[in-house]
């Protein structure tokens, strides 16, 4: 009995007809993992790209004073920064927009957008649309609250919960445009 189990131990040992199926196994789990967190990197950093592309171009329209000429409340200027791109983003219940204004650059004080690990209420609740007169200074702040969707990724996150704050913003002197 002895002799018959050591030689199906020694042919077990010589055989190698399925070891590329378990490195593949052991392999293909993290390898995909990696896949997904460049994915996700890839995808979070375009939509922050679209977002303050479209912080910029909006912030442009405050400059100028079509904005205040239009009257353009905060909810439309929240559709100008998303853009087209509404079907990729989540504008109306994720994107925060904080338009604030100063008479000069020295006195900007702006309150803090994150709370520990959730957004602050200035920014989100309590958030404020001031597009400003002729020559104020303007700072427009967009954030965005990300949800990750890879698993074990929390490096990213900055936010509770797998969330991480998109933000942009730009300052400027509004343009001396008739009121």
Excluded at 6 to 31: C, H, M, N
Aim: aromatic share 10%.
């Amino acid at each position: 009995m002895t002799t018959g189990f050591t030689r199906l131990l020694r042919r077990y040992r010589r055989a190698d007809s399925g070891i590329t199926a378990l490195e593949f196994g052991l392999v293909a789990a993290p390898f995909i993992w990696v896949l997904c967190v460049v994915f996700e990197t890839g995808l979070m950093l375009f939509a922050e790209y679209i977002i303050e592309n479209g912080t910029i171009q909006a912030g442009r329209l405050i400059r100028t004073g079509q904005v205040q000429s239009q009257g353009i409340s905060q909810g439309r200027f929240r559709e100008l920064v998303c853009g087209s791109l509404t079907k990729v983003l989540d504008c109306q219940s994720k994107l925060h927009v904080d338009v604030r204004r100063f008479p000069d650059f020295p006195s900007i004080d702006l309150p803090p957008s994150r709370n520990g690990d959730q957004l602050s209420p200035e920014v989100t609740t309590q958030a404020q649309f001031q597009p400003g007169n002729p020559l104020e200074v303007v700072v427009v702040r967009v954030f965005y609250d990300w949800r990750l969707f890879t698993p074990g990724i929390t490096l990213l996150a900055n936010l509770a919960k797998d969330r991480r704050v998109l933000t942009a913003a730009t300052a400027f002197r509004n343009e001396p445009f008739p009121k």
